[in-house]
């Protein structure tokens, strides 16, 4: 088993927002960045393209993408601001999205509207929510003439739950529209197949789910579009192709990248698929304790289909409560879980991840929100 470094005195159930990278992808950052300092000119120029197409060809193996349209990224949020500032919009068109996307998304789709003269819509989608055709149906029933591109996530970070990507890129198809995944929470959770899935455009977080040294994260781009989509810096390998822009984009630390592929490696040897089952078996019975706890309903089917390593659970108290919450769990109790605010209520959003959490630390929670709220 991997070697992380989580304080053993904190009760971290947050694995979804920021994991710990093990030591041994430590160790070998630190040796590549040993290597840069002893020769940085080997290590930038010489060396550098050899290395990034091996790290990119480890990567779209496991992703099952196209290593010509594979890139990598600091975090998913650069590889979303890469694609929309890319864009060729027109005045009036509309970027399509729903009420579970990421904030930080949304604050990219708004400022490029203000830029470009677009507007940006929202599908109301339940929560609480019982079958994957009320997604469905919801986004359907937000596409306009106007609609240009679908923006969607694959996991949604608010609310946990797995969006039926492959249903809505088909729809998307059928009307001529353009898809976006937000996939950062993807790799490491769920089984990727992205030249099946073949949206227009993907991006995932390497940092997360198989815990890659932060600032590893990779862009997915459809052969249709490989030449229009940019880096958000533009240097050196300007229109020369994806991989040569997207491959350099200025002096910056690129060892996180080329640690993907050994962070690859270690999660299938803590299991792959195995392993993310065992989070998932964590996670089922963490959100029935906390919500037998709380006397509260929980929020969608006991199926996998619907979340993998993580769930959110409602709370029996108003969005208001959510930063104090948050902190009088950490000072209080020395648990670190994210308490989000969500339509007019609180959640509280748990992790599972097999390598560090244990069946008790639900049960620890249980009772801290149990002492808190009531």
Request: glycine share 6%; charged share 20%.
């Amino acid at each position: 088993m991997p070697t992380h470094l989580i304080d053993p005195s904190i009760c971290f159930l947050n694995h979804g927002s920021f994991g710990s990278t093990p030591l041994e992808l430590l160790e070998l950052q630190h040796s590549l960045r040993l290597e840069m300092e002893g020769q940085p000119v080997d290590f930038l120029k010489r060396h550098h393209p050899e290395r990034w197409h091996g790290a990119v060809a480890a990567v779209s193996a496991f992703l099952k993408s196209e290593p010509a349209g594979t890139v990598f990224t600091h975090n998913a949020t650069s590889g979303v601001n890469a694609v929309i500032g890319s864009f060729p919009w027109n005045e009036g068109d509309q970027i399509l999205t729903t009420n579970h996307r990421y904030d930080a998304v949304r604050n990219t789709f708004d400022h490029a509207a203000k830029r470009r003269g677009l507007e940006v819509i929202e599908a109301n989608i339940p929560f609480p929510i019982q079958r994957t055709e009320q997604i469905i149906d919801a986004i359907e029933a937000a596409i306009t003439p106007q609609t240009r591109m679908i923006a969607i996530d694959q996991i949604a970070s608010p609310t946990a739950i797995i969006f039926p990507v492959d249903a809505i890129i088909e729809l998307a198809r059928k009307r001529g529209i353009v898809t976006l995944v937000d996939g950062a929470h993807a790799p490491g959770q769920l089984d990727l197949n992205l030249e099946e899935m073949a949206p227009d455009f993907w991006v995932g977080n390497l940092h997360k789910w198989l815990c890659a040294p932060k600032g590893a994260a990779v862009l997915v781009v459809a052969e249709p579009w490989r030449d229009t989509i940019h880096p958000t810096n533009i240097s050196h390998g300007y229109n020369q192709g994806l991989q040569e822009e997207f491959g350099w984009t200025g002096t910056i630390d690129t060892t996180a990248w080329f640690c993907a592929e050994k962070a690859i490696e270690m999660h299938n040897q803590q299991g792959g698929t195995d392993f993310r089952r065992r989070n998932h078996k964590l996670v089922q019975e963490g959100r029935k304790v906390i919500a037998h706890a709380l006397d509260m309903e929980l929020p969608h089917p006991d199926d996998p289909l619907w979340y993998g390593s993580m769930a959110a659970i409602p709370l029996p108290c108003s969005s208001d409560t959510v930063p104090n919450l948050f902190q009088r769990l950490r000072d209080a109790h020395l648990i670190e879980v994210p308490i989000i605010p969500w339509g007019d209520r609180a959640w509280v959003r748990i992790s599972g991840y097999a390598a560090y959490n244990t069946p008790d630390q639900y049960h620890r929670l249980a009772s801290a929100l149990v002492s808190e709220l009531r």
